[in-house]
DNA sequence: TTGTATGCGTTATCAG
DNA sequence: CTGATAACGCATACAA
């Protein structure tokens, strides 16, 4: 739908050879001062505008980075993609932005999409579904620029962006424990996602450390179906195993606790103590009571994602990105829903 | 970064000419059913992805649409977002998504950057800043392809989405008086925006069919600071002027108005009423009190957008997008926050 | 039914 | 310093 001029006509009206055009708005060092401010000028005056095809296509690239998440209506996500736009908007480069809504199958298809070059690099946080991962690994042989961030791959050897979840978890479930915390349940996802291991490790070694014994009914594996988790949750809190404290290794899994709850007799913080990896400090402090939350950078980690690619992407001969896992921490604030007065 | 085998070197596998393996894929009639098969399984065997620059040059249009929205971070836009996502995955459409942070350069910015034909169409809802539309105005002159939806521009005669702004306002506005409210302040995010404009005026005539008459004080207009919001609405509640009612006009001020009255001693809804135009359900439910919403149908506006589009774009001369405003209703769901019990 | 030739708009190579 | 020409990968008009 572009219907403005092009570069031939530019050229004629110019009265100069579309390579003298195309050199002069790219400003190449072969072309005068004169004819390069003379092209300038009329360019702006007809309001030329490359075809970004055009140019794709000669050039093998796309100025485009493929986002892919699992939900948009997270504050993590929607965070992380604000910092990832920050910066490649510096660049020029646009964002092609994907949720898998937790499937697997979508995520396969979007991925599998995308290998057909219409993006330059994917960054990308895997759904909670994902346990085979052979379409992000034919990516990454292909050559294809991979970057994961909070839900990453691990076998697959490119650069990952998380945050300390080993050690989030572990001062979160060592600060429960501090508060009187005996019996600690653990919220997840999905027992495949990389956060929920690393988190779940941090949980196990501070209930080591206190010489408290993990108990497998106080984990929780929810779904997608809010009213289900929120129902798993109340049935946990409802039963004889009851646990006096929570952590959430996800930001939707607090707000089922805190519907759960407020089905159930107990009181925040008296009976049962929580605590969430939260991105959504305004939402925190609102809750009643407000949550104790583990602050995760997002926005940061996008910026640093976007970063590291546009490195890689405008500078000539970059290597490939490294096989490493670079961590930016979290920050715990301590509120009401862990703290009885 | 495609790597892939291109049509050429798929032709010279299967010893036929690139246009017959090209019809044959794009199921050309006027070709046998038999080569048809031959070139389908080589292309699925060697992995064959056609090139979607060289695609979008030679037939003009990218497959592509643009959403312009004015922030991420809001359970109304993921919505809407996702019910575009959900229609144009189905045509094989990708979505850029661009956030103009309601800062109107960003959004001009943006808006001519995608003059290039990068995208076939854009889906937008402006920032609270626009007032001048020329940027938009010599879009649509263009007879580029763009529907507005949420906060429309009146003034440019294409298709916009909306849900009942007026009337939801209006039965908002009423539902307060009924719950005894005699002062009821409005909060907006800007004078300029449609919805503001809408909204407004619903609550105006709903104050005048009860014989109310409206105070200017009681207009708050919001910026993009939350902590300033937060006091400046702080500061009507706890000046001399207090309403005893607040219709919100948009979810984060509804959000900044519970964290006002946290500071003050007021209690909700005895000493104030509050209703907002609310997308995120979950949290309303959960805030203390609960809060009594209008939910904006947000995904299904998204989905209506994608529909238009992806009728105009996919068959063959569709006239150009109508003048006109189509409207989506609004629910209203009453909890603690307006009602004392 | 299949093959040949052309052009989409750019940039790069090569000549002048 | 500037111009002519080729090539990127694909789809189609035209030819066979």
Redesign the pocket.
């Known amino acids: 739908m572009?219907t403005g001029v092009?570069?031939?006509e530019?050229?004629a009206e110019l009265?100069?050879?579309?390579?003298?055009?195309?050199?002069?708005?790219?400003d190449?060092?072969?072309?005068?001062?004169?004819?390069?401010k003379k092209v300038i000028s009329m360019a702006e005056k007809l309001n030329?505008?490359?075809?970004p095809?055009?140019?794709s296509?000669?050039?093998?690239k796309s100025k485009t980075i493929a986002v892919v998440i699992p939900e948009r209506m997270s504050s993590f996500f929607s965070k992380v993609v604000d910092g990832i736009e920050e910066i490649t908007q510096q660049y020029g480069y646009h964002l092609l932005v994907y949720s898998t809504h937790e499937d697997v199958d979508r995520e396969k298809k979007i991925v599998n999409l995308l290998m057909n070059g219409r993006a330059d690099a994917i960054i990308m946080s895997v759904s909670s579904q994902t346990s085979d991962i052979s379409h992000l690994t034919r990516l990454h042989e292909r050559g294809f620029p991979l970057v994961f961030f909070d839900r990453i791959c691990s076998d697959i050897p490119t650069t990952k962006f998380i945050t300390n979840d080993y050690e989030s978890g572990f001062e979160g479930t060592k600060h429960l424990i501090q508060q009187g915390c005996r019996k600690i349940a653990f919220l997840m996802l999905s027992k495949e996602l990389s956060i929920t291991k690393d988190r779940y490790r941090g949980y196990l070694d501070a209930l080591k450390q206190a010489g408290l014994s993990p108990e497998p009914q106080l984990n929780i594996t929810c779904c997608q179906e809010e009213e289900e988790n929120i129902e798993s949750i109340r049935k946990l809190l409802d039963g004889p195993n009851r646990p006096d404290g929570i952590l959430s290794s996800v930001e939707k899994l607090a707000l089922a606790t805190y519907h759960a709850v407020k089905r159930t007799h107990l009181r925040i913080p008296n009976d049962i103590k929580i605590i969430s990896f939260f991105s959504n400090l305004s939402i925190a402090s609102l809750l009643n009571p407000s949550l104790t939350t583990i602050t995760q950078p997002a926005f940061n980690i996008g910026e640093e994602c976007a970063k590291l690619l546009m490195k890689k992407l405008t500078k000539p001969r970059q290597p490939d990105l490294p096989n490493q896992v670079i961590t930016i921490p979290s920050n715990i604030t301590i509120r009401s829903s862990t703290i009885v007065v």
Do not use: G
């Not at 009265?15 to 790219?26: F, H, I």
């Not at 060092?29 to 390069?36: C, G, H, L, P, Q």
């Not at 030329?48 to 075809?51: A, I, K, R, S």
């Open positions: 572009n092009n570069l031939k530019l050229a009265k100069l050879s579309p390579s003298t055009v195309s050199r002069a708005l790219n190449s060092y072969e072309i005068s001062e004169a004819t390069k030329y505008q490359p075809n095809f055009a140019r296509l000669r050039e093998n």
